[in-house]
């Protein structure tokens, strides 16, 4: 049995009832406001924050104002998310600097979701949502968010394990103590169309309970790419009980349906650095001899698609959180939340392979007959879920001279993650180089579903922390923290052996093909601290010195153990281990409306797998360091001019292991030496808003590889300008005009191991959202 969609023709399972709810919840608050004669005069708080300048971050961990937090922490807030009207979470990040989605994936294989990269390292493991970890490599929407929170450097004393250069919160949009309503209506080229509502209604003024409805709806194309279509839907409702008293209750529920058209990229015949593939795929002979006519080929189309049409990515995401908070005096507080979260991704994309013997010349003269082979698909049947219960006590008191803002808690989570394993036989037909069809159906191949090759894994973490902020008096304060991990990680997975090539080998007399079935389990604990010293120079200022540590044990992301001797998933390895020295300065200047930052910072990577090549054994002897340079600005210049901006530079290095770069530079990966983003709107009279910014990205290494080379090894540098125009109609009713890419310019956006794959920048391309408010 084919387990094959055909996109045009496939109904999703969810979308007609899900349309129908939010149709019908759009209506809800508008006959509710029709049927009263007044509403109190309020505006939507997610839409009208105060400005891109924060005062804190939303995490009881961060006890002290965002000037006196002694780590670089930038905050994303709503206001700016909407005026450049980011949908996703990797579009939020664009104002991070050197934050993005650079790696396009590994050979055949496509990353999926919000595979973020942040100071040379994959920290799409490390994304957390009202401070507990969100599982799926998924892309995740912005209709129910407040702000982004961006934590830069080893996070492990905040939140366990994770990636060695930081972690991303997204922080949900709760219920509040007012009536409002807000919607707002996109429309843009590429066959953008999106919808979102937001109403928050105050039920009992005396007991302080309120509810709040996020809705979205879209359906839309990608600027840039042909047949590649996003379909989400969404629903988020905050219920609170006790708001503005000693105890507040809160239950949040979120529903999200994802089913989209996704994207494997297009070829990178014709960029700069590209040669005729010289090397066979896996190894085969004889090899094919160097083609100039290719070398010297031009560019495919950028809108091609290479997939088919049939190909899916459907994303199912369900998650409830209870949360309750208890102030037993000004000083005392507590705080408890209960979470289950559960997403599951069904994925199908059809990939190809550039490899000399996949890309075929019948034709050198005519390149109308040159095809390149669409290889085995990419397929995902994934379902995570995670159980956490965190509990945690925050407390201001004084010894002596010394004031204490203590903050301890503990946390009991279960994570859970299971694939569906398939078979696949037959073969696709090749796409034509420069004129793919995504019609061509799928030739003889099929795929079945092979519970011998499920795999399975499971986290069970235990934790407890504290955190203490001492203040000495109005200049000197020390902050330090510490945390302790016990993990079990416990894995099982079906394979089927290989007698030669990529694999796992059969044993002696075994055929290829038979099944083999393999489980592992590891333990430990991990133990993290972090210590900082600050100065404060002024009262709205502040000069610090931090040195943190984090830890990522084998299985750490993945869910997934390996007896693979080279792999960092091998239950025999120990954790790798991060530390970062940081040093910094802080100021809010301008009556606190500007924000100005800057951060000198090393990290050094260690208990990397490496190659011992004399006893040809795998040892964890690698080390990796990134050091830098980041600069921020954030705030009101003038009550009309609002700036954000952000500069870094980082210089990358390996200094002990092989050198992971396709040019052989000794560099990270995927790690752009400087980045630069910034954003700024005035407001005019007659209530007009203009607004733009720029982006910047330095050239981008890839990944080495064996299977071919010929390709490009790197991705040029860039720069991407966007602007915004916004006109207040009325009270109830503004318009706001983006256009992306103002220049046009063509560029890479991301690129793969191997380097024959690569994901174009958006270009230029524009949007008209008409925002509505009561």
């Not at 090539?501 to 993290?528: D, E, I, K, Y």
Request: glycine fraction near 10%; proline fraction near 5%; charged fraction near 15%.
């Amino acid at each position: 049995m084919a387990y094959i969609k055909n996109r045009k023709h496939a109904q999703p399972r969810f979308n007609t009832r899900m349309t129908a709810a939010i149709a019908g919840a759009l209506l809800l608050p508008a006959a509710a406001h029709a049927q009263q004669s007044q509403l109190p005069s309020v505006e939507v708080t997610a839409t009208q924050d105060g400005g891109y300048k924060a005062e804190r971050a939303s995490s009881a961990k961060y006890t002290q104002p965002l000037v006196d937090t002694p780590q670089t922490l930038q905050v994303i807030k709503r206001q700016l998310i909407d005026q450049q009207n980011a949908t996703t979470l990797t579009e939020a990040l664009r104002n991070s600097p050197g934050v993005s989605t650079f790696y396009l994936g590994e050979n055949g294989s496509t990353s999926t979701g919000d595979a973020i990269y942040m100071r040379g390292f994959d920290a799409s493991g490390a994304i957390f949502v009202d401070s507990v970890r969100d599982l799926g490599s998924v892309s995740r929407d912005m209709f129910n968010i407040q702000q982004v929170e961006v934590l830069k450097g080893p996070a492990g004393t905040d939140n366990g394990r994770g990636s060695p250069t930081g972690s991303i919160n997204l922080v949900t949009k709760q219920a509040e103590l007012n009536d409002s309503f807000g919607a707002s209506a996109t429309y843009g080229s590429w066959g953008q169309k999106r919808a979102t509502a937001d109403w928050n209604k105050l039920l009992n003024a005396d007991n302080g309970t309120a509810l709040r409805l996020n809705l979205m709806k879209q359906d839309s194309g990608v600027p840039g790419r042909h047949e590649v279509n996003n379909d989400h839907s969404g629903i988020a409702a905050s219920l609170a009980n006790g708001l503005g008293t000693g105890t507040r209750i809160f239950l949040d529920y979120l529903h999200m349906e994802q089913n989209d058209v996704p994207d494997g990229g297009v070829p990178t015949i014709g960029l700069p650095g590209y040669r005729s593939p010289q090397t066979a795929a896996a190894g085969a002979t004889p090899a094919i001899p160097p083609r100039a006519y290719v070398t010297s080929a031009p560019r495919v189309n950028s809108s091609n698609f290479y997939g088919l049409t049939s190909d899916y990515n459907d994303v199912s995401t369900d998650r409830v959180t209870l949360r309750v908070e208890h102030d037993f005096s000004p000083d005392v507080k507590l705080q408890n939340t209960t979470r289950y979260g559960r997403t599951h991704q069904n994925y199908l994309l059809t990939s190809f392979m550039g490899s000399a013997a996949n890309l075929v010349t019948p034709n050198p003269a005519d390149r109308s007959t040159w095809t390149i082979a669409r290889s085995n698909p990419t397929i995902k049947d994934q379902t995570n879920t995670i159980l956490t219960n965190q509990t945690y006590l925050t407390a201001n008191l004084q010894t002596g001279a010394i004031k204490h803002t203590l903050m301890g808690g503990v946390e009991f989570t279960q994570e859970k993650q299971d694939n569906v394993g398939y078979d696949t036989s037959g073969a696709l037909p090749a796409a034509n180089l420069y004129n793919p069809n995504p019609n061509a159906g799928r030739g003889t191949w099929a795929m079945t579903p092979n519970a011998g090759l499920n795999s399975s894994g499971k986290t069970s973490t235990v934790s407890a922390y504290l955190f203490d902020t001492l203040k000495f008096n109005d200049r000197w304060s020390v902050n330090g923290g510490v945390r302790v991990d016990h993990y079990d990680t416990d894995s099982a997975s079906g394979y089927k052996c290989v007698t030669s090539g990529r694999g796992t080998l059969c044993p002696t007399g075994v055929a290829a093909g038979t099944l083999f079935r393999q489980n592992f389990s590891t333990n430990g604990n991990l133990f993290n601290w972090k210590l900082a010293g600050i100065y404060k120079p002024t009262e709205n200022s502040s000069v610090y010195a931090l040195y943190a540590t984090s830890q990522l044990p084998p299985g750490g992301n993945s869910f997934a153990l390996s007896a693979t001797a080279n792999s960092a998933d091998n239950p025999n390895f120990a954790a790798q281990k991060t530390k970062t020295a940081e040093i910094g300065t802080k100021w809010d200047v301008l009556n606190k409306k500007l924000a100005l930052t800057a951060a000198l910072y090393r990290t050094e990577v260690n208990n990397e797998v490496e190659l011992d090549a004399t006893s040809g054994q795998y040892f964890q002897t690698g080390k990796k360091t990134v050091q830098g340079i980041e600069l921020g600005v954030t705030g009101e210049v003038t009550p009309n001019l609002s700036l954000t901006a952000g500069y870094t530079y980082m210089n990358t290095k390996v200094n002990s292991g092989a050198v992971v770069t396709a040019n052989g530079e000794n560099n990270l990966a995927y790690t752009p030496k400087q980045a630069f983003t910034s954003w700024a709107t005035y407001k005019l009279p007659q209530g007009f808003t203009i607004g733009g910014g720029g982006r910047y990205v330095s050239s981008l290494l890839r990944g080495s590889d064996d299977v071919l080379s010929g390709t490009p090894q790197y991705a040029d540098s860039y720069w991407v300008f966007d602007g915004m125009a916004g006109y207040v109609v009325n009270k109830n009713l503004d318009l706001q005009l983006n256009l992306y890419n103002i220049f046009n310019k063509d560029y890479v956006a991301a690129i793969n191991k191997s380097g024959y794959r690569y994901t174009p920048g958006t270009p230029r391309a524009v949007t008209l959202t008409a925002n509505l408010k009561f």
